[in-house]
């Protein structure tokens, strides 16, 4: 299963339940900038007193796209996989794209 989650902008608060569950449960986080995610990821264990170590970073965006799919594998789609943005919305409403 694929879960698009909405990371907050400028406060960890705005994170809603069901994303911390997400990003909990995935054996996979695509994400823009994996060291943001990371950080992210480390605020919000501190925070919430939650555990992230065992989870796969792979760097998705606009200028790798193609060669990220062209690597994924079938097992892939049996994964819980989560596409995190840097801010925001993922695919959604992003002000930055073009």
Avoid: Q, W
């Avoid at 992210?40 to 065992?54: A, G, H, M, Q, T």
């Amino acid at each position: 299963m694929l879960r698009l989650v909405p990371t907050p902008i400028g406060n960890l608060d705005d994170i809603s339940k069901r994303s911390l569950d997400a990003l909990l449960e995935a054996e996979l986080i695509f994400c823009e900038d994996t060291r943001v995610t990371k950080k992210l990821l480390n605020l919000l264990s501190e925070k919430y007193n939650l555990d992230f170590s065992n989870k796969e970073f792979k760097s998705f965006h606009s200028h790798n796209e193609a060669d990220v799919l062209k690597t994924i594998s079938k097992d892939t789609f049996s994964k819980n996989v989560v596409y995190c943005s840097d801010a925001g919305m993922p695919c959604i409403s992003d002000p930055g794209s073009t």
